[in-house]
């Protein structure tokens, strides 16, 4: 596996993610932000955040593997949701646990949240993009 997740003494140890990503393969991987769409481009869970931040992760999943990696060989995580308050972060994490459990996938890799006005399209709510190191 090219990716080996921590958390280093001296930083917290926060559950949602590892706070670093050692990566040794040799193909990067950039894959573009992932909103909530199926693979007929048709908005899943309109209005759910924990919804569309599943979608989200399960595309980063099929287009990795369109590349020859898993989940597992993500790096980084870019998560940018929509009118962010701390109040959502529990429908953010109940996405990621199941997406997750579907992907079959502990701990998450690094990542960061940032705020946003608005993404592409009023009904998506979160967009993930993702860096993937392959063997």
Request: glycine share 10%; proline share 6%; charged share 15%.
């Amino acid at each position: 596996m090219a990716i080996t997740l921590v958390n280093p003494g001296g930083l917290p140890a926060i559950d949602a993610y590892r706070q670093v990503s050692i990566a040794t393969g040799s193909k990067l991987v950039f894959v573009a932000g992932q909103v909530a769409w199926d693979a007929e481009g048709v908005t899943v869970g309109e209005g759910d955040l924990a919804a569309q931040v599943e979608q989200c992760y399960l595309n980063i999943g099929t287009a990795l593997a369109e590349a020859g990696g898993s989940f597992e060989d993500v790096a980084k995580l870019t998560v940018h949701v929509v009118d962010w308050t701390p109040d959502k972060m529990p429908l953010l994490m109940e996405g990621i646990a199941r997406a997750a459990a579907k992907l079959g996938i502990t701990p998450v890799p690094p990542a960061t949240l940032l705020g946003v006005a608005a993404l592409d399209i009023p009904e998506h709510l979160v967009e993930v993009e993702a860096t993937a190191v392959i063997d």
